[in-house]
């Protein structure tokens, strides 16, 4: 089983059986993870670097744990550090972690569409860690398989993200895989946060916290991302407090057993109550931890660029 790509970019250009070939490909490896010895040798010989322009604790660490359980050596490239303070380019970057042998990079950038340049320009397969506000493709998987590991699908389920969609790339990648799988999405938040064109996507649009979370299966947690905003978007984190933090009495009045996400970093207090950070619904460790196996899977599935090389 595998992927008729050799990169993973994002999700939208993924179809429903690419979708639910990862998510039956994901239970396997998270059952390594009782064991003593929780490595397989499926990439052995194989290079992984990752290249994290931006900062990230769960993505790059988790991306680097999934390498080391399959095997592959891994790089971890220190962008601060690196030539690249000296001016070196995107793809001169790439090309000088190919010509190491390099067999994945995997990318977080700040501008959206970075992956896809290196993925035009090399070899190695490139995967998506976050680009600008476009895709966070395996955070969005990680999503979609908690999900279905917790209610035993996706089809039909009611699914709200809350909060800052305009500049979130998982608020996307969220979109359009769940979508293709069935299930029921739709937003909430400031006017100003909402991207004007969402609802060509098939998404219901709320501005009132109260009335959306009525009767949902899943709350999606999106943080607040002040560092994205080029302008004030809303008038004060106070009144967002007031309007949009999901606390126990908002919770309240969705569907009994509604699940709990957030993909992290979490600002307890603003978008998130700590009271239902660490309720019983929530399930934001459990997606950390889904996020190994993701990843590991996407490794795996992945269809490398067949190689002249004899040794091969
Ligand atoms: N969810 C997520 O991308 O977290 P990090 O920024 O810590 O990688």
């Keep these: 089983m595998s992927l008729n ?37 499926t990439l052995v ?23 080391k359980r399959l095997s592959a050596d891994v790089v971890n490239v220190a962008v601060n550090t690196s030539s690249i303070v000296k001016g070196e380019s995107l793809i001169d970057t790439g090309k000088t972690l190919e010509a190491m042998k390099a067999d994945y990079l995997i990318i977080r950038h700040s501008l ?35 999900m279905y590991e917790k209610k035993k699908k996706i089809e039909g389920l009611r699914v709200l993200l809350v909060g800052d969609i305009l500049h979130s790339r998982v608020a996307k990648s969220n979109i ?24 060509d996507l098939g998404v219901k649009v709320y501005y009132d916290l109260n009335e959306a979370i009525k009767k949902v299966d899943v709350v999606n947690i999106l943080r607040i991302q002040l560092e994205r905003q080029q302008e004030n978007l809303f008038p004060s984190v106070h009144e967002y407090v007031e309007l949009y933090q999901v606390t126990k009495e908002r919770l309240a009045m969705a569907r009994p057993g509604v699940l709990i996400m957030h993909p992290g970093p979490m600002n307890r207090g603003i978008e998130i109550s700590s009271d239902v950070a660490d309720s019983p619904n929530a399930v934001i460790n459990e997606q950390v931890t889904n996020g190994i196996a993701v990843r590991m899977a996407v490794l795996c599935l992945l269809k490398p660029k067949r190689k002249n090389a004899s040794s091969d």
């Design 112 to 146: 959206a569409g970075a992956p896809d340049i290196l993925a035009r320009n090399l070899n190695a397969s490139i995967i998506n860690a976050g680009d600008g506000f476009h895709e966070h493709p395996t955070q969005g998987l990680l999503d979609l398989y908690t």
């Design 176 to 199: 359009w895989a769940m979508i293709k799988m069935g299930a029921e999405i739709a937003v909430v938040g400031p006017p100003t946060l909402i991207p004007s064109n969402i609802e």
């Design 5 to 41: 790509c050799k990169d993973l970019l994002g999700l939208e250009h993924l179809d429903k059986k690419d979708l639910q070939t990862i998510l039956n490909s994901v239970g396997p490896f998270k059952s390594l993870f009782t064991r003593s010895v929780k490595k397989v040798p």
């Design 45 to 67: 010989g194989k290079t992984v670097v990752t290249l994290f322009y931006e900062p990230s604790t769960r993505t790059r660490n988790s991306f680097e744990i999934a390498a």
